[in-house]
């Protein structure tokens, strides 16, 4: 298999594993890093609301099976690479499920925040599927294709100004939350291991 290497073994080694990423998002350090501008700059400790997520989150038994059976292919996936910054609340849907993931395929998972003190504007989260010898697999972005987050927020309301619109800004916000507190929130986080598994299978088996 041809493939490109993103990262060296020292490089991926220096990542984080998920407890240790969870537990660096209430430090100090983190906190005083900039956060979205949607949340006023200023970062919360959202390490709790991530470990209950992880607690949650659960593989359906088919697709733990699934990603066991790539894992055992011949340069099957060996190594996940994210890239996460845990104001984003699609890093706080999908990170916790993504390690789960790692954990029930046996795959070794490093975590890297994106930003430095300053907010940059990449996608996260990024999440690179990795063999054993570092040849990228297959890379995810931020949500799955079912969920339409631009067209959501547009029914929801998203202020075009928010410093014209400041209640109908904190009345978005308000029905954003709700809606993450909803089964969809779930659902979206198992189809983006759905999507991840399938990708994965193309990859491996079908060479696309």
């Given at each position: 298999?041809?493939?490109?290497?993103?990262?060296?073994?020292?490089?991926?080694?220096?990542?984080?594993?998920?407890?240790?990423?969870?537990?660096?998002?209430?430090?100090?350090?983190?906190?005083?890093?900039?956060?979205?501008?949607?949340?006023?700059?200023?970062?919360?400790?959202?390490?709790?609301?991530?470990?209950?997520?992880?607690e949650l989150c659960r593989l359906s038994e088919a697709q733990g099976a699934a990603?066991?059976?790539?894992?055992?292919?011949?340069?099957?996936?060996?190594?996940?690479?994210?890239?996460?910054?845990?104001?984003?609340?699609?890093?706080?849907?999908?990170?916790?499920?993504?390690?789960?993931?790692?954990?029930?395929?046996?795959?070794?998972?490093?975590?890297?925040?994106?930003?430095?003190?300053?907010?940059?504007?990449?996608?996260?989260?990024?999440?690179?599927?990795?063999?054993?010898?570092?040849?990228?697999?297959?890379?995810?972005?931020?949500?799955?294709?079912?969920?339409?987050?631009?067209?959501?927020?547009?029914?929801?309301?998203?202020?075009?100004?928010?410093?014209?619109?400041?209640?109908?800004?904190?009345?978005?916000?308000?029905?954003?939350?709700?809606?993450?507190?909803?089964?969809?929130?779930?659902?979206?986080?198992?189809?983006?291991?759905?999507?991840?598994?399938?990708?994965?299978?193309?990859?491996?088996?079908?060479?696309?």
């Amino acid at each position: 298999m041809q493939a490109a290497r993103v990262v060296t073994a020292q490089r991926f080694a220096q990542g984080m594993t998920f407890d240790e990423y969870v537990a660096y998002t209430g430090t100090p350090e983190n906190l005083a890093r900039e956060a979205g501008w949607w949340l006023g700059t200023t970062r919360h400790d959202f390490s709790g609301l991530l470990r209950t997520r992880y607690e949650l989150c659960r593989l359906s038994e088919a697709q733990g099976a699934a990603i066991r059976w790539l894992a055992a292919l011949p340069d099957g996936p060996a190594r996940l690479l994210g890239i996460s910054e845990e104001w984003s609340s699609d890093c706080r849907r999908d990170v916790p499920m993504v390690a789960r993931l790692a954990e029930a395929g046996g795959l070794e998972l490093r975590i890297f925040p994106r930003d430095g003190q300053k907010q940059t504007f990449q996608t996260v989260p990024t999440v690179v599927f990795l063999t054993k010898a570092f040849e990228v697999l297959y890379t995810y972005f931020e949500f799955p294709a079912i969920y339409r987050k631009t067209e959501l927020a547009r029914r929801l309301g998203v202020p075009a100004s928010r410093e014209n619109r400041e209640k109908e800004w904190e009345r978005f916000i308000r029905d954003w939350g709700a809606l993450q507190e909803s089964p969809f929130w779930q659902v979206w986080t198992s189809a983006a291991v759905d999507e991840i598994l399938s990708a994965l299978l193309e990859r491996l088996v079908v060479g696309s």
